[in-house]
């Protein structure tokens, strides 16, 4: 399976079939497996689609048994209304960007059906592809919406993949950062080691409320608890994420970071290592390097930097994180930057591009403002970072080169706090 599947947007909220009673719904998911398994379609992808689908239609509800396909289709007084959509359903689940097997699956449709449906069932096919006349669609209008998300998907996976790693040492936040950028909790945020895994963080074509997981298994609609958990049974070293990133404004570029294990992990070598092969092997458009602010000068901090100044060629930003938690009088924002810079010229990097950042900030703040709910601490911290990151001695914007205009969101609670902290900033650089 290829990664890129899990950007795709489902349409299942869209599904004229959702509509219709549990007794249909039911009857519809057995044609629809039954039709995929005479085909031979059967991956990991597919099986697992077939298990979204029938999770979402028939919310979970047990699909008959011992029943006989064709019966079933003959029976079912819907069975020429359903034609449209389990061609739809069979190509957008077997063979999305795949028309060679996309043309065994309309073969199979109008075998199922007869020849009288051909020149119909091939116009959908075409519009599937986006080959052929649009019309077809328009005559069938509850179709439009789940044709919109198909076309949307496909133009989405045409476009250029922009990779973008991050690496950092442990306790820099680069988890809480990653959870940030995504708007979605995705990552754990503890300062605990976690086992030796490339993370890839996937932007998806749109937002359907769906997260994926390919962590041996394949999780299309992974919870907190999935997502929190490295399954023990994968024994490759990748994670693969996908979600639909979200920000004060639409995210529509595809995207993917990769997240590399801390490297300073006195308990775990294979982290080290691990994170050192992914600078040197992997080709990515961008690296983001974050440092604890709280941290800065450290011995680890300069063993990392000096091998990513020999051994990766190519853009880099580097994050200060953390200095959300100065005290007044005690610590400075001017003079932190000021020293990562000179650290960071005096180590060969001419010119760096030194923003500061308030990953966890940037974080409850989008949490807050999607209706997620946070707990007390969480909350008494937001309002916290939130007064704290606007008075004048932080003043984060000022240490970009570029702007963000918020005029039109000055009734969104959260757009002042997620300029403070850095984070749209941020998104305006590596996002556009």
Avoid at 89 to 101: E, Q, V, Y
Avoid at 164 to 183: D, F, H, P
Avoid at 276 to 296: A, M, Q, W
Wanted: with cysteine; aromatic share 10%.
């Amino acid at each position: 399976m290829r990664a890129s599947m899990l950007e795709i947007q489902q349409y299942l909220d869209l599904h004229p079939v959702a509509k219709m009673n549990l007794q249909l719904k039911t009857k519809y998911i057995n044609l629809l497996k039954q039709l995929i398994a005479e085909m031979g379609s059967k991956d990991l992808w597919v099986e697992s689609m077939i298990q979204l689908y029938s999770l979402k239609l028939c919310d979970g509800s047990q699909e008959d048994k011992g029943f006989n396909f064709y019966e079933l289709f003959k029976n079912c007084f819907n069975y020429h209304y359903f034609r449209y959509f389990l061609l739809t359903d069979c190509l957008f689940i077997t063979a999305l960007n795949d028309r060679k097997k996309g043309d065994q699956v309309l073969k199979g449709v109008i075998q199922l059906y007869g020849e009288k449906y051909k020149n119909k069932l091939l116009a959908l096919f075409l519009a599937f592809y986006h080959t052929g006349n649009q019309t077809i669609i328009e005559k069938i209008p509850v179709l439009k919406p789940m044709y919109e998300v198909i076309w949307k998907n496909r133009e989405f996976l045409g476009r250029t993949e922009k990779r973008i790693m991050v690496t950092a040492n442990m306790s820099a936040g680069k988890s809480t950062l990653l959870n940030a950028l995504s708007g979605k909790k995705v990552n754990k945020m503890q300062n605990t080691t976690c086992t030796a895994k490339i993370h890839y963080l996937h932007n998806k074509a749109g937002e359907d409320g769906l997260i994926y997981e390919w962590d041996h298994d394949l999780e299309l609609d992974a919870t907190e608890e999935i997502l929190m958990e490295d399954n023990e049974a994968n024994d490759s070293n990748e994670i693969h994420v996908g979600a639909r990133f979200r920000s004060l404004w639409d995210v529509d570029t595809r995207v993917c970071f990769i997240d590399t294990p801390g490297v300073n992990s006195s308990m775990e070598s294979d982290h080290k290592e691990m994170s050192h092969e992914t600078i040197k092997t992997i080709k990515c458009d961008l690296l983001l390097y974050l440092f604890n602010g709280e941290n800065i000068g450290s011995d680890d901090d300069m063993r990392h930097l000096s091998f990513v100044k020999e051994n990766y060629n190519g853009n880099i930003i580097f994050l200060v994180n953390r200095m959300d938690r100065f005290k007044k009088g005690a610590d400075s924002v001017a003079g932190t930057m000021k020293t990562v810079r000179k650290d960071l010229e005096k180590l060969g990097f001419p010119d760096p591009k030194v923003y500061p950042i308030s990953t966890y900030a940037a974080y409850l703040a989008k949490m807050s403002m999607y209706g997620e709910k946070l707990n007390e601490d969480e909350q008494e911290e937001l309002e916290f970072l939130k007064r704290k990151l606007s008075r004048e001695e932080f003043s984060y914007p000022t240490y970009y080169p570029n702007e963000v205009d918020i005029s039109d969101k000055k009734d969104n609670e959260f757009a002042d706090v997620l300029v403070h902290s850095g984070i749209l900033l941020l998104e305006d650089i590596i996002f556009n």
